[in-house]
Every structure is written in structure tokens, then in C-alpha cells.
């Protein structure tokens, strides 16, 4: 909810990256001057690339603090249109985090958040979602739609970044409906 314009935080290549040592470096890979090839990589961590697991965490994440923060709209915001563009936009989060979620369940690994607390791209912080939470009415349509403008506009970057990985077909597939979603998502917030 700060300035979207102002930089603050990684780029999204270095966040992709960042994710995906991070989800290598958390997936136990032995130390040693051998690295794994693509191909192994994948296999050891249920046919997905690091790269792939790190969006689909990272996706989820996102997904679940922007539905909570949507959900909160119907009591605190102040424009029905918001409210009901919230609501909507509430329900295909929800659709997306089952899919997000079978992705990692289809490669047999954990439906955890290693973000979680983390201060990231397209997230509120822990101050941000405090004053979600206390607002009402024109304030709250204020700081609903900051938060939204950050989360679509970083959903929309890492799923380019995603397409344009070397990424099997079904997570391209998933990043392209989630950034023409986000692309949409922010048309449409731009007019209610």
C-alpha cells in the first residue's frame, strides 16, 4: 500500500531467483562441487523445478493474503462497486489456490507457506494489514485498492517471468490464466 510507483523490494527476476534457491537450498540437495542437472532437479523435487515450486509457493502466498484482505471489503469498504468486484474477486482466488495447491499435491510435496511474515512484493506487511483491518468506508476503498494495485501488478511480472522460465507446460499454463487474470483484475479495479 505504499507508493506501487516507488521502488522498494527486489526485482522480479531476482525474486524468482531468490525463490528457487531458496526452495532448492530447503529441499536438502547434498553439498558438494556436483550440481544437479534440470532433469534431476525436477525428478527430486516430484517432476516441478525449483523455479516452479518457488512461483507456485510464492502464488499461494500471495493469493491467500489478497482473498483475506478481500474478503474484509463487504463490512469495511465504502463503494458497493469494490465490494462487489472484492467478492468476485474473493471467489477466483479461491479457485486459483485449489489449483495452485494440486500442483504441489500432484508432485507429492507440502502445502506449506515458507513466506509467511516475509515482507514481499505484491503482500501488505504486518503495519499495512493492521490498517486494513481498522479501516472503514473511503479510507479502507483507499487501501484496499493500493494493496490490490501491488498484488496484481507483482502477480502479472512473475507470471511473464514464469512463461518465459524453463517451465513445463501445466505451470505456463497456470502463469498465463494468472497474469491475463491479473491484467483484467486491474482493468477492472480501475473502473469500480
Known amino acids: 500500500m505504499r507508493d506501487v510507483t516507488a521502488p522498494r523490494r527486489p526485482s522480479v527476476l531476482g525474486a524468482v531467483l531468490l525463490c528457487a534457491l531458496a526452495v532448492s537450498g530447503c529441499a536438502g540437495s547434498s553439498p558438494g562441487p556436483s550440481r544437479p542437472t534440470p532433469a534431476s532437479a525436477a525428478a527430486s523435487h516430484g517432476g516441478l523445478t525449483s523455479t516452479e515450486i518457488g512461483w507456485t509457493q ?96 507483482q502477480a502479472g511480472k512473475l507470471a511473464a517471468a514464469v512463461r518465459t522460465a524453463d517451465a513445463g507446460a501445466r505451470v505456463k499454463k497456470a502463469a498465463a490464466a494468472n497474469g491475463s487474470y491479473a491484467q483484467e483484475a486491474l482493468r477492472r479495479l480501475r473502473s469500480v
Open 58 to 153: 510464492l502464488l499461494i502466498a500471495m493469493d491467500d493474503q489478497a482473498r483475506y484482505i478481500l474478503r474484509l471489503a463487504p463490512r469495511r469498504g465504502g463503494s458497493q462497486g469494490l465490494k462487489d468486484w472484492a467478492s468476485g474477486t474473493a471467489d477466483h482466488h479461491r479457485a486459483e489456490l485449489v489449483s495452485l495447491r494440486a500442483l504441489l499435491s500432484d508432485a507429492g510435496l507440502p502445502d506449506d507457506n515458507p513466506h509467511e511474515g516475509h515482507d514481499m512484493p505484491g503482500m501488505v506487511d504486518a503495519e499495512e494489514l493492521r490498517a486494513l483491518e481498522a479501516a472503514r468506508g473511503p479510507r479502507f476503498d483507499r487501501l484496499l485498492r493500493s494493496a490490490l494495485v501491488e498484488h496484481f501488478t
